[in-house]
């Protein structure tokens, strides 16, 4: 079992910065399994940024320049910078843990309001 706790969400103007963060516990831990996903409302939910196997990462083309995704891994903690926010930035976004015969496991998820 695996343990997500987000942190780091608020409210910011149009051009803003958010750093959010997702602490994993649990037995069994790989950055590389970890990754951030957003919701809007009457939206699905949709990929962010995550790591992949080997430590690569992948972006969703509407981020990319604007956020970036890292990890601390004595900290057991992936991070995710978020500059130049927009209104439609404006979600909750969950922290993913997806590892592959083990299961997959979402945090609570926090809440980034961006206002024009």
């Known amino acids: 079992q695996v343990q997500l706790v987000e942190s780091g969400g608020g409210a910011v103007q149009a051009g803003g910065s958010l750093r959010l963060s997702c602490v994993a516990s649990g037995s069994i831990f790989s950055i590389n399994r970890m990754g951030w996903y957003r919701q809007a409302p009457g939206n699905q939910r949709e990929l962010v940024a995550r790591?992949?196997?080997?430590?690569?990462?992948t972006y969703a083309d509407s981020v990319k320049g604007r956020f970036t995704i890292s990890g601390d891994v004595a900290k057991r903690t992936a991070y995710l910078q978020m500059s130049s926010l927009t209104p439609e930035d404006t979600a909750i976004y969950y922290c993913?843990?997806?590892?592959?015969?083990?299961?997959?496991?979402w945090g609570q998820g926090t809440q980034v309001t961006v206002s024009s």
């Open positions: 993913n843990y997806d590892h592959a015969g083990v299961g997959v496991f």
């Open positions: 790591f992949l196997t080997g430590g690569s990462t």
